[in-house]
């Protein structure tokens, strides 16, 4: 297998550490009177000493390209009068014992003729602007406009601009020495026509006429084009960052929850020395919830870099105050029973004059202590989960030629929801970095709708299953290559005990224990060879009598729905469907049963049984050195008033008699709890704890009993 490009050199333990960051945004705005008005860099540095913060994130230049800081290569905000406004902070920050992140944005306000042009906008107009009034327009990069709070401007990333981010970002890193740096919103969502892309975009295409069908029909080129000119400029940043000892913590947000269009793959990787993740419910995606930075700090251990999780400290509506304790607390909850390392708010902080709302200082402190909590219990701690659960990144980039969907990703989230909501602790785990040792530890392999995949990673899981182990395959899982190319059969159709003949969407059925069951979505036509548990059920071809997905089911059709299969000492269950991207989109508790059904078909037991609400979540790590086992329970029970724009989490329902069993670590184990009381008893080979009552995190500690040994 070739090697994988997802590890790389460890770094600082500080960075790989339970511990705080205050991303301390400062915004200002190019005309604006008040900005910096309430400078002083004391009264600041007390200000986020007192949060408790072990790390702090200063802007060195803003989302404007202005400069907090007397720049060689960019005009300075001029309501600074020349002070060094990062060289102020750093000082004063660094002798309170703080590690120190600068931060640069990719955003820009000087240079409109860089900006990325939409293929399906392309204009011979040149883009003006109203200069700021202090603007130097005789200057190269003196051309600074007006643009009102909310005016962000993306250059292209082959623009000029790529030359400047690199040239600031060696100007700070030998100016100021930081421990880390940080650039942000290095993001393109948009197919980009601009004059610096349509070269290449006229060869992949083969045609000076550019429309964005033209690009999706040349996606597999396209896509790649564009994610190694993306990774090269990241590359480009962090070799200056190395030459100069300082870590690379640049925002790769959170890949589970934007398409590869948008520029963050694989390729970034070996240049990211901790990965950086902004999440946030005002995601606004249809596939973010509660469970999203639980996910991401999963996918960030995949991956094998230290998780660092910003959450966005306002609302989108009112930006300069604070989340509710209870949102602090779910998010917070959330990196502890994951494993998380780095947490801290984000977002629009300070207000422009440099003063800070109390109540959002006030906030800040009190989830970073509910976080810094029992932090003894992430040293040297190892996931104990029993279940893998594959994310791939080539069904990310190639699975289909839109910039802008993530069908994979709904598959894949649905997956993880269940999984989660049923209290079954599970890894995800890389399709590309796959290895027999790896795939040992794991009693079942999730594979969601896993479409592309390498014939190699393939031939991981065949020795797998064939050695013992247990897949449950969805849809199209191996039916097209790593880069995109559609084979003819499953390239583990012996491993599934299928064939696929063809696929068909829309509305369908599925054969039930009482009555047929509905279903929607990619149905995959396969001939079995092992033992079909259901078969899919036609519909009436009139379709549904009230407009909505109401299949009317009529009798069985010979197409399987679900097949077990026999393969060497191990077994496979392969679903026809893409079940976890409808239980994604609708939650249907008949889909989410089966869901669950199909994984208990093949579990030899569960590794936990837990007797609470589907809103709890459950994870199991280890501490070997110690030893310990620790059972974590982060409780995201809130009212219906779930959270959107318009409404915030102001409480978590406590739950009572959270009961939780497993077999028993430890000779004669010694039981204890965090954050809760418990109680506990010892059955044959099965440890039964009970905690009285959960409020928003709590964790149970088991240990060998000293007394006995």
């Known amino acids: 297998m070739p090697v994988s490009h997802t590890r790389g050199k460890p770094g600082p333990a500080w960075a790989d550490t339970r511990s705080r960051v205050y991303w301390y945004d400062q915004y200002a705005v190019n005309e604006q009177e008040t900005a910096f008005s309430a400078y002083d860099p004391d009264r600041i540095t007390e200000e986020l000493v007192s949060t408790g913060a072990d790390i702090v994130t200063l802007y060195a230049t803003n989302q404007f390209g202005i400069a907090y800081y007397p720049s060689r290569i960019w005009p300075q905000h001029p309501n600074l009068k020349g002070r060094d406004y990062v060289g102020d902070l750093t000082a004063r920050l660094r002798a ?56 962000w401007q993306t250059p292209c990333f082959n623009s000029p601009r790529r030359e400047q981010a690199v040239a600031v970002a060696r100007e700070i890193a030998e100016r100021y020495h930081p421990d880390a740096f940080h650039l942000d919103m290095f993001f393109q969502t948009a197919i980009c026509a601009c004059e610096y892309c349509r070269p290449a975009l006229e060869q992949i295409c083969g045609t000076r006429d550019l429309t964005r069908e033209a690009v999706l029909a040349h996606w597999r080129d396209y896509i790649d084009w564009r994610c190694s000119r993306s990774a090269s400029l990241v590359a480009e940043v962090t070799r200056v960052l190395r030459e100069h000892g300082v870590l690379a913590a640049h925002n790769a947000l959170a890949p589970l929850y934007m398409p590869a269009h948008w520029g963050v793959t694989e390729q970034w990787l070996p240049w990211l020395d901790v990965f950086v993740s902004e999440c946030f419910d005002a995601f606004l995606i249809g596939w973010s919830d509660l469970n999203t930075a639980s996910l991401t700090v999963r996918w960030q251990h995949a991956v094998g870099k230290p998780s660092w999780i910003l959450r966005t400290s306002a609302q989108p509506h009112f930006a300069h105050w604070t989340l509710t304790d209870a ?5 917070a909850a959330a990196c502890k029973a994951n494993g ?50 594959v994310f791939s990144w080539a069904t990310r980039k190639y699975f289909e030629a839109d910039p802008y969907a993530a069908l994979w990703a709904e598959a894949f989230v649905g997956w993880a929801r269940m999984l989660i909501e049923e209290h079954l602790p599970f890894d995800i785990v890389v399709a590309e970095d796959l290895t027999a040792e790896g795939l040992a530890r794991y009693d079942l392999l999730v594979m969601p709708n896993t479409a592309n995949l390498r014939t190699d990673c393939c031939e991981v899981i065949r020795a797998y299953v064939r050695d013992g182990g247990r897949i449950l395959a969805t849809g199209e899982s191996s039916l097209r290559g790593d880069a995109g190319e559609a084979r003819a059969d ?39 060879s092992g033992e079909v548990l259901a078969r899919i059920v036609a519909v009436d ?6 407009r909505l997905e109401d299949p009317m089911p009529l009798g069985p059709t010979p197409w399987p729905a679900f097949t077990r299969h026999s393969f060497g000492a191990g077994q496979s269950l392969y679903a026809a469907f893409d079940i976890g991207k409808y239980y994604q989109r609708h939650g249907d508790e008949h889909i989410g ?14 590794q936990i049984t837990v007797t609470a609400p589907r809103t709890v979540e459950v994870t199991v790590w280890r501490q070997p050195a110690l030893p310990r086992t620790v059972v974590h329970l982060a409780n995201r029970s809130v009212p ?17 008699d959270v009961a939780v069993t497993l077999r028993v670590p430890y000779p004669d184990p010694k039981v204890s709890a965090r954050g809760a009381k418990v109680r506990a008893r010892t059955e044959k080979d099965r440890l039964t704890a009970t905690i009285s009552v959960l409020h928003a995190y709590a964790a149970i500690v088991i240990e060998p009993n000293r007394n006995s040994v």
């Open 640 to 656: 219906w008033t779930l959270p959107t724009d318009q409404r915030q989490i102001s409480e978590i329902l406590p739950v009572h």
């Open 327 to 331: 949102q602090w607390q779910l998010y």
């Open 340 to 389: 998380g390392k780095v947490f801290g708010p984000c977002g629009v902080g300070a207000r422009p004059d440099t003063t800070s709302s109390q109540h959002l200082l006030d906030g800040v402190k009190a989830s970073f202590d509910f976080y810094m909590e029992d932090a003894d219990l992430d040293t040297g701690a190892e996931s104990a989960a029993r279940v893998g659960l």
């Open 593 to 606: 049963a089966r869901m669950a059904a199909l994984v208990d078909a093949l579990l030899p037991e569960r």
């Open 541 to 546: 071809p009139a379709g549904s009598v009230s």
């Open 96 to 151: 309170r014992g703080r590690k120190i992140v600068l931060y640069s944005n990719w955003l820009d306000s000087k240079h409109p003729e860089w900006n990325v042009v939409p293929i399906d906008q392309q204009t011979d107009e040149k883009p003006s602007c109203r200069l700021a009034s202090w603007a130097d327009a005789a200057s190269p990069n003196g051309r600074v406009q007006a643009l009102p709070g909310g005016g």
């Open 490 to 528: 499953f390239e583990l159709a012996g491993v599934l005990g299928v064939s696929w003949k063809g696929s068909e969407q829309g509305c369908f059925a599925i054969e039930g224990a009482v009555e047929p069951e509905p279903a929607k979505g990619s149905l995959q036509h396969v001939t079995a």
